[in-house]
C-alpha cells in the first residue's frame, strides 16, 4: 500500500507536475522558433525596431540605475529572451490590482497614520535634519514618529523568543502575526502550542505567512489546519511558476502585534535555526525589536494592509487601535523617537534604502552596519564612500560561514573598492549574521527586515524601526562591539588572494544582480 501511495505521489505530486509544465513550454517556444526561422529576415528587422524602442523606453524610465543597465545587456546581447522578459515583468494584472489595493488601503487608514505635528515641534528643538527624515518617511512611507514608545534590543534570536513567548501568554485580546518562514520544529510547535490555547480562550489569531513556505516547508493544506485550530490563517503570494511576476515581491517582513500594545520585528523568522536550536552554518547572530506603546499603532495598521489585500471588506480598524496603555514595561525607558515603518516594492519609492542613505550622508562620527548580504546599487556604494571621505568611520559586519554561496560571491565584489576607499568589512567568524542593524553616533539605531541588497531595498515588502535618542540605542551599539570582537577584519591582501575561479564568477553574477 506504501509503494503505491509513493507511486501516486511521484506522477501527481507538485514537482512531477511543474516538471511535465515546463517540458510542455520548452516544446512550445521550440515550436514557435522553427516557425520564425522560415521568416528570418522579417524576423530580424522587426525584432531590431521593437529592441530600439525598449531600449528607448528603459533609458527613459524613472529606475535604478543598476536595473536599467541589467535589461539594457540583456536585451541587446539576447534580445527575444530580453525583451520577452522585460514585457512578462511590466505588464502584469496581478501586480498592479496589488499595488491599488494597498493604496486604497492606505487611503482608509490615513486618519490613523496622521503625524502628531506637536512631536515634531519638540524633535524640532533639538535636530531640523531628524525633522526632514521624519517627514519624509511619513510622507512617503505613510508612517508617523512616535514619542511615549518603549523599545527593548534582542541581539540574538533566542533572547527574543523568550521574550516573545512571554508576551504571547498574557495577550487578552488578539495576536497578529506576518512572517517571511515558518518551519516546524521547536520553536514553531511552541508559538503554535500557545496560538491554540489563546483560541480557547476567546483570543482572535490571525497568521499570515509568505508563500516560499510552500515549496519545501509546509504543505499546501497549511492554513486549513491552523483554521481547524480556530486560527485565520493566510498565505501571502503562493508560488505558481512562470504565471505572475508579482511573486518576485515576497512578503519578506516579521512583524507580531499583541491586543494592540506590543510589537515585534526584526531579522528572526518562525524557524529553529534563528534560535540556534539547530545549527546551520555555524552559530546564527540574529537581532530583534519589541515596541511597547503608541508606535505599536503603526506595525497594527502595517499588519492588516497585507491582511486585506484580497478581501471584498476591509477590517474594521477602531477596534484594533489603542489609545490608552498598560502601565510601561520595567526597565525599559520611552525616551526619544520611534518610528516604525514599511517599505512597498510597488510604490516607487525607496523607503528602506532613503533611510540608510540618509544615516550615512548624516553621520559625524560613525555608521555601524550589521548585515548578511551586500549587494549594493551605486548610489548606496558612494554614500558609503562619501561618508568615509567626510571623516566618519563606517564599519560592515557581514557573516563568514554564508547561507547562499552566490549572495557570498557577489559581496565578495564589492569588498575591494569599499576596502580601498576606507570602509571596514568584518566576517563573523563562529558563523553566520542574519542581523540588519544599523547604528550612527549614539543617536540614531534601525533594526528591521531590511537587507543590503537589491530583494531587500527594490522588491520585497518589508519593515524597521527607525529610533533617535533613545536609550536602547547604546544597548545596540554595545552589541555591535561585542559581536566585532568576534570577527576577523578583511583585507586588501585577503582580497587580493582570493580564489580566481570564485572572484570571476562573482563578476559574472554581478551582471545580473539585480534580477536575483
Not at 115 to 144: A, T
Not at 470 to 489: H, S
Request: hydrophobic residues 40%; aromatic residues 14%; neutral net charge.
Amino acid at each position: 500500500m506504501r509503494k503505491v501511495k509513493g507511486l501516486w505521489k511521484l506522477l501527481f505530486g507538485r514537482t512531477t507536475l511543474l516538471a511535465v509544465f515546463l517540458l510542455l513550454q520548452v516544446a512550445m517556444l521550440a515550436g514557435g522558433f522553427a516557425l520564425l526561422d522560415k521568416y528570418v529576415f522579417v524576423f530580424n528587422y522587426v525584432l531590431g525596431f521593437v529592441s530600439l524602442l525598449v531600449l528607448l523606453y528603459i533609458l527613459n524610465a524613472r529606475q535604478n540605475s543598476s536595473f536599467k543597465l541589467t535589461w539594457l545587456m540583456l536585451i541587446i546581447f539576447l534580445p527575444v529572451f530580453g525583451i520577452s522578459f522585460y514585457l512578462f515583468t511590466r505588464v502584469q494584472p496581478g501586480t498592479r490590482f496589488i499595488s491599488r489595493r494597498i493604496d486604497q488601503l492606505l487611503d482608509q487608514q490615513e486618519p490613523y497614520l496622521a503625524q502628531d505635528q506637536e512631536v515634531l515641534r519638540q524633535l524640532e528643538k533639538q535636530s531640523s535634519q531628524q525633522v526632514g527624515l521624519v517627514r519624509y518617511i511619513h510622507d512617503y512611507g505613510k508612517y508617523p514618529t512616535y514619542v511615549n514608545t518603549q523599545v527593548k534590543y534582542f541581539p540574538l534570536g533566542e533572547d527574543k523568543f523568550r521574550e516573545m513567548v512571554r508576551q504571547l501568554e498574557q495577550a487578552k485580546e488578539f495576536i497578529f502575526m506576518e512572517y517571511f518562514i515558518v518551519d516546524k520544529g521547536f520553536m514553531w510547535d511552541t508559538v503554535l502550542e500557545i496560538l491554540t490555547q489563546k483560541v480557547r480562550e476567546g483570543v482572535e489569531v490571525r497568521f499570515m505567512y509568505d508563500g516560499t513556505c510552500s515549496l519545501t516547508l509546509l504543505p499546501p493544506n497549511y492554513p486549513q489546519k491552523l483554521q481547524q485550530r480556530g486560527i485565520k490563517c493566510k498565505v501571502f503570494s503562493r508560488i505558481l511558476p512562470f504565471l505572475s511576476t508579482h511573486q518576485n515581491n515576497r512578503d519578506h517582513r516579521k512583524v507580531l502585534v499583541i491586543d494592540g500594545h506590543t510589537a515585534f520585528t526584526g531579522g528572526v523568522n518562525l524557524a529553529d535555526e534563528y534560535i540556534n536550536e539547530i545549527e546551520r552554518f555555524g552559530h546564527w547572530k540574529d537581532t530583534a525589536v519589541m515596541v511597547k506603546g503608541e508606535a505599536v499603532r503603526s506595525f497594527t495598521l502595517m499588519f492588516l494592509q497585507m491582511w486585506d489585500i484580497h478581501e471584498s471588506e476591509p477590517t474594521p480598524i477602531d477596534q484594533y487601535i489603542r489609545y490608552e496603555f498598560p502601565l510601561q514595561e520595567p526597565g525599559l525607558s520611552s525616551e526619544g523617537y520611534v518610528t516604525p515603518y514599511g517599505d512597498s516594492p510597488l510604490d516607487r519609492e525607496s523607503v528602506g534604502e532613503r533611510v540608510y542613505m540618509d544615516i550615512l550622508y548624516s553621520a559625524r562620527n560613525y555608521v555601524h552596519i550589521m548585515t548578511p548580504y551586500l549587494i549594493l546599487d551605486e548610489e548606496m556604494v558612494e554614500s558609503m564612500i562619501y561618508a568615509v571621505k567626510r571623516g566618519v568611520e563606517v564599519k560592515i559586519i557581514m557573516p563568514h560561514i554564508p547561507d547562499k554561496l552566490y549572495a557570498y560571491l557577489l559581496a565578495r565584489t564589492y569588498y575591494p573598492e569599499l576596502i580601498q576607499a576606507g570602509v571596514r568589512i568584518y566576517e563573523y567568524t563562529p558563523g553566520f549574521v542574519h542581523a540588519k542593524v544599523f547604528t550612527s553616533d549614539d543617536k540614531k539605531a534601525v533594526v528591521g527586515t531590511i537587507n543590503l541588497d537589491f530583494r531587500s531595498l527594490y522588491l520585497h515588502f518589508e519593515d524597521a524601526v527607525y529610533m533617535y535618542d533613545n536609550p536602547e540605542i547604546q544597548v545596540i551599539e554595545a552589541d555591535f562591539q561585542e559581536t566585532l570582537e568576534k570577527c576577523r577584519e578583511i583585507t586588501m591582501e585577503n582580497c587580493r588572494d582570493y580564489n580566481v575561479f570564485k572572484k570571476i564568477l562573482g563578476r559574472l553574477l554581478r551582471l545580473i544582480a539585480p534580477l536575483m
